[in-house]
Each structure stands twice: as structure tokens, then as C-alpha cells.
T-cell receptor, first 114, second 112 residues
Framework: GNSVTQMEGPVTLSEEAFLTINCTYTATGYPSLFWYVQYPGEGLQLLLKATKADDKGSNKGFEATYRKETTSFHLEKGSVQVSDSAVYFCALSDQETSGSRLTFGEGTQLTVNP | ETGVTQSPTHLIKTRGQQVTLRCSSQSGHNTVSWYQQALGQGPQFIFQYYREEENGRGNFPPRFSGLQFPNYSSELNVNALELDDSALYLC???????????FGPGTRLTVT
């Protein structure tokens, strides 16, 4: 079945530091890949997505590249801000095997200190 | 444009009781998916409704059931509540079964 593995957290950084959150996946089809962000007390917001190999998703300074050869979709940001503190979820959607249901990783808590 | 809304925000129930959670989809969206997010975990897919019919189900027992109405709003019903049902229940709507999902703020269910 499909699965998503995220790096163990939590992650604590100082403002303006470089961020990487690792994500690898297992899927039998050709999934679309997503990063969602969850701020305290809120639902999930789509941060970025990529639908095929070598695609790069980007939004609000965050980037992730769909790497089929390493089955990875790592999230990066060059300079984090305090306002980026949240939980980040990597997810996949495999139309061929599971329709549009999303399979999520366990999440990575990011705390950015001033 | 109104986004996805869910009610109630919080709910406390006793083991063995039944609960109904509600979701209003975003305007123009005909597909609703429900997810369960236990504390410290990622969301788990429960089921999806498309045009009032169930369109896929995750690994949840039959006491989790749903409904979608002609206006595409949806309900999640859970019977015989167990302590492990305590979680944040998220609803997501989309303009089709293979389109981007937009999440509501969730309903926090506590079973005591």
C-alpha cells in the first residue's frame, strides 16, 4: 500500500536559518505529492504540490522537487521566519490505486525562534 | 467565497454514545472527504462522498458512516464511541474526485 515517511521531529531553528524537512514515499502508481501546513488550532492548508517526476512545487518561499529515482519530496526554505512555526505534513495522492484519497506522513513540528 | 465549515468546533461524548459531525463544502464543490487526525499523528482517510454516493473508504469499521446531501454538505456519524475515537475530524471538499482538496478547521471530539 501507499505510505509516506517524514523525518522525525520536532525541528527548532533560529529566524533566517535554512530549513529542510525530509519526506520519502512508497506508492505502486504515479502519485501526486503535496506539502500541507497546519497552524495551531486550525485545519490543513495546501502549501505546494507536484504532479509528476522532476516537477518543482513552490509557494511563500518554500520549495520541493518530486524525485522519482529517490522517491522523495523534501521541503526546503532558504530563510525561515517566526510565522513559519507550524506542523508540516507530506502527503500523496495515487489516482491509480486509491483514487483521490490523501495519504499523510506523521507531520513535523517546526518552531522558529526570533 | 465561503470556505469549508465544520460544526461543532468541539464535542465531548461518553464511551458507547453516538455522534454526528457536520461539514459544509465550499461553493461549487461536489466531493467531500473525511479524515481522522489523532493527537500527534497525520490525518487518516475515512471515506469520500461524490454526488451523494460513497466513493472510497479507508480502513475504518462500519460504525463510521456518512452521508452527503443534495447541496453537497456532509455528515459523519460514529456509533458506539470508543476512547480511541478521540481525535480531530477534518472534512475536505473539492470540485471533483481528482481535484485539490480544501480542508475545514476540524471538529475536536473527546470521548471519556
Amino acid at each position: 500500500g501507499n505510505s509516506v515517511t517524514q523525518m522525525e521531529g520536532p525541528v527548532t531553528l533560529s529566524e533566517e536559518a535554512f530549513l529542510t524537512i525530509n519526506c520519502t514515499y512508497t506508492a505502486t502508481g504515479y502519485p501526486s505529492l503535496f506539502w500541507y501546513v497546519q497552524y495551531p488550532g486550525e485545519g490543513l492548508q495546501l502549501l505546494l504540490k507536484a504532479t509528476k517526476a522532476d516537477d518543482k512545487g513552490s509557494n511563500k518561499g518554500f520549495e520541493a522537487t518530486y524525485r522519482k529515482e529517490t522517491t522523495s519530496f523534501h521541503l526546503e526554505k532558504g530563510s525561515v521566519q517566526v510565522s513559519d512555526s507550524a506542523v508540516y505534513f507530506c502527503a500523496l495522492s495515487d489516482q491509480e490505486t486509491s483514487g483521490s484519497r490523501l495519504t499523510f506522513g506523521e507531520g513535523t513540528q517546526l518552531t522558529v525562534n526570533p | 467565497e465561503t470556505g469549508v465549515t465544520q460544526s461543532p468546533t468541539h464535542l465531548i461524548k461518553t464511551r458507547g454514545q453516538q455522534v454526528t459531525l457536520r461539514c459544509s463544502s465550499q461553493s461549487g464543490h461536489n466531493t467531500v472527504s473525511w479524515y481522522q487526525q489523532a493527537l500527534g499523528q497525520g490525518p487518516q482517510f475515512i471515506f469520500q462522498y461524490y454526488r451523494e454516493e460513497e466513493n472510497g473508504r479507508g480502513n475504518f469499521p462500519p460504525r463510521f458512516s456518512g452521508l452527503q446531501f443534495p447541496n453537497y454538505s456532509s455528515e459523519l456519524n460514529v456509533n458506539a464511541l470508543e476512547l480511541d475515537d478521540s481525535a480531530l475530524y477534518l472534512c475536505a471538499s473539492s470540485p471533483g474526485t481528482n481535484r485539490e482538496q480544501y480542508f475545514g478547521p476540524g471538529t475536536r471530539l473527546t470521548v471519556t
